[in-house]
């Protein structure tokens, strides 16, 4: 009768020493994923400039490109319905419009599309 209970030992065994590495490897890895985007809108500028902003859930950021395919510039503001800034530029949201201020660009109105 101890023949069937062999089976049964055989698949206990020491934990694989590779599993146990991978695992304090990922535990110490910590990643933080970006804030999800819960709007997006395009603005017409005074001068013909477009911009595509994306809105983000974090409410203190945004995401500002000047084509829709093209690279994007994070902004941040200080707390929720105050200025974003980044980079040189500061973005002020009134409403459905924006006032863009740059370095070395006269300060531009720009409307919700």
Known sequence: MAVPFVGFLAGCSEPDQTNARNAATNTTASIQMPPAIVASHTYRC??????????????TSINVKRGPTGP?????????GLAYVGDGMNLTLNGKDI?????KKPSRTCKRA
Do not use: N
């Open 46 to 59: 005074v001068g013909g400039d477009v911009l595509y902003i994306d809105f983000l859930a974090d409410e």
């Open 72 to 80: 994007s510039l994070r902004l941040t503001a200080p707390a929720q």
């Open 99 to 103: 006032k863009l201020d740059e370095p």
